[in-house]
T-cell receptor, first 117, second 112 residues
């Protein structure tokens, strides 16, 4: 069974940083693109970033370019999202999702990031 | 960015009756490789999104055959032949042809 477990969400002040993690199991992690998708309170879904199988290609939505960095460790079956210079607009539930070149299929339960003073 | 527009945004349905959600993109979703990367997701209350349909009409494993996707170019539809109680939630279309990947606003399906 595919399992994705996110962690690292927290309450952080504007301008602060957080690192989200996603532990994957139940599939061959190194064979899949991986993505981060977020959902602001009472809002819809927004793709944030994705990363190729070997980490050689990374793509970001414009609003996070230069502030967020996606990475992966295939030896640890883990996906990461380093988030810097956080603003209130980054407040959301962040989902780790399998896939990302043209589609994703399943996600984890999500981790909540709240940016507030 | 490609804008995905769903309608309706709210869909009250009667159990056992059909339901249909429309999704229109601001650009053609036909990729240079010939495929059309239009996906449908469902997000049940308190859960993460799960894909139901990919490449317009292909059902994911475990998705009941009462769900079907159709369309081409810029106009797409998700149909449920007979709505069941477990179908309640938000439905999102998402295009994977152009970067960045973009979602529709979501359609709330609830039982009337």
């Amino acid at each position: 069974e595919v399992q994705l477990v996110e962690s690292g969400g927290d309450l952080v002040q504007p301008g602060g940083s957080l690192r989200l993690s996603c532990a994957a199991s139940g599939f061959t992690f190194s064979s899949y693109w991986m993505s981060w998708v977020r959902q602001a309170p009472e809002k819809g879904l927004e793709w944030v970033a994705n990363i190729k199988l070997d980490g050689s290609e990374k793509y970001y939505i414009d609003s996070v370019k230069g502030r967020f960095t996606i990475s992966r460790d295939n030896a640890k079956n883990s996906l990461y999202l380093q988030m810097n210079s956080l603003t209130a607009e980054d407040t959301a539930v962040y989902y780790c999702m399998r896939g990302g070149l043209h589609s994703m299929d399943v996600g984890g339960q999500g981790t909540t990031v709240t940016v507030s003073s | 960015d490609v804008v995905m527009t769903q309608s309706p945004l709210s869909l009250p349905v009667i159990l056992g009756q059909p339901a249909s959600i429309s999704c229109r993109s601001s650009q053609s979703l036909v990729h240079s490789d010939g495929n059309t990367y239009l996906n449908w997701f469902r997000q049940r209350p308190g859960q993460s999104p799960r894909r139901l349909i990919y490449q317009v009409s292909k059902r994911d494993s475990g998705v009941p055959d009462r769900f079907s996707g159709s369309g081409s170019g810029i106009d797409f539809t998700l149909k449920i032949t007979r709505v069941e109680a477990e179908d309640v939630g938000f439905y999102y279309c998402m295009q994977g042809t152009h970067w960045p990947l973009t979602f529709g606003q979501g359609t709330k399906v609830e039982i009337k």
